[in-house]
């Protein structure tokens, strides 16, 4: 069955960087839109930053722009998010999406595909 599995979090200190790994399994990715979301306790899950496979082109949500890069490995159909100087607001859940689809959307319901997320945690 066609699925994600995301993978690279693990607790940091603040100011310290991770770099999160999206795997494709019986999924061309290159066929894809693919996203990348977060979603801490009692709170919404949130878009961080997209990338449509076949033309390379990105989408960033304001808050991380500076912070986080979206990059794709084509022989390991693998999307990764580099997430640089990390903050204690930035512990949560992050997940990755893909759909069968050429542009980038920031809502989480137009998402066929999900990972089960990998946890990101920093502290101060």
């Known amino acids: 069955q066609a699925h994600l599995v995301e993978s690279g979090g693990e607790s940091v200190q603040s100011g310290g960087s991770l770099r999160l790994s999206c795997a494709g399994s019986?999924?061309?990715?290159?066929?894809?839109?693919v996203g990348w979301f977060r979603q801490a306790p009692g709170k919404d899950r949130e878009f961080m930053a997209g990338i449509v496979w076949s033309t390379g082109s990105t989408k960033y949500a304001d808050s991380i722009k500076d912070r986080f890069t979206i990059s794709r490995d084509n022989a390991e159909n693998t999307v990764y998010l580099l997430l640089n100087n990390l903050k204690p607001e930035d512990t949560a859940l992050y997940y990755c999406?893909?759909?069968?689809?050429?542009?980038?959307?920031?809502?989480?319901?137009?998402?066929?595909?999900w990972g089960q997320g990998t946890q990101v945690t920093v502290s101060s």
């Open positions: 019986g999924l061309a990715l290159d066929e894809y839109a």
């Open positions: 999406a893909a759909e069968y689809n050429f542009y980038i959307r920031a809502s989480a319901a137009a998402y066929t595909y």
